[in-house]
């Protein structure tokens, strides 16, 4: 524990803080809360699904998602999607799923409207959502 606080100043004292404070201690320990690094939402995203494939067909089924591009894509009704970071906004872990008609996360419980709004404490700030536009059978999600 000494030697993690020494580090941690030492680290500082390069300047590093935040997310690259924990990229470094993930690239020289093994801290086993590195197995589940935090990380930033995708921005400038735009890519399509192709729903005929089988890795993205479960799309066709209301209530199913998928995580593609660190991006979970749902599908909410016969005729509408949608999708968010995996990322949230509480601590940044990467663990946001779809969930009985909204997203959440598995870390501490937070939850997230379609849109992305925040409807309790640990979702109060709100998730980064993205378009989805269905055209056929390609799903384009983009920002
Ligand atoms: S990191 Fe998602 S609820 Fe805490």
Redesign the pocket.
Do not use: W
């Given at each position: 524990m000494e030697d993690k606080i020494k580090r941690n100043e030492f680290l500082k004292s390069l300047g590093l803080k935040g997310a690259s404070l924990l990229a470094v201690y993930c690239g020289v320990s093994s801290l086993s809360s590195c197995q589940n690094e935090a990380v930033s939402p995708a921005s400038g995203v735009d890519f399509t699904l192709d729903l005929t494939t089988p890795t993205y067909s479960k799309l066709n089924t209301t209530g199913n998602y998928i995580i593609a591009n660190g991006i979970v894509v749902a599908r909410v009704s016969s005729t509408s999607f949608a999708a968010v970071t995996q990322v949230?906004s509480?601590?940044?872990?990467p663990?946001v799923i779809f969930s009985g008609g909204g997203f959440y996360?598995t870390?501490?419980?937070?939850t997230f409207t379609t849109t992305g709004v925040g409807t309790n404490a640990?979702g109060s700030k709100g998730i980064k959502a993205y378009q989805t536009t269905l055209t056929g059978t390609s799903l384009r999600i983009y920002s």
């Amino acid at each position: 524990m000494e030697d993690k606080i020494k580090r941690n100043e030492f680290l500082k004292s390069l300047g590093l803080k935040g997310a690259s404070l924990l990229a470094v201690y993930c690239g020289v320990s093994s801290l086993s809360s590195c197995q589940n690094e935090a990380v930033s939402p995708a921005s400038g995203v735009d890519f399509t699904l192709d729903l005929t494939t089988p890795t993205y067909s479960k799309l066709n089924t209301t209530g199913n998602y998928i995580i593609a591009n660190g991006i979970v894509v749902a599908r909410v009704s016969s005729t509408s999607f949608a999708a968010v970071t995996q990322v949230c906004s509480h601590e940044n872990k990467p663990n946001v799923i779809f969930s009985g008609g909204g997203f959440y996360c598995t870390q501490h419980g937070a939850t997230f409207t379609t849109t992305g709004v925040g409807t309790n404490a640990n979702g109060s700030k709100g998730i980064k959502a993205y378009q989805t536009t269905l055209t056929g059978t390609s799903l384009r999600i983009y920002s």
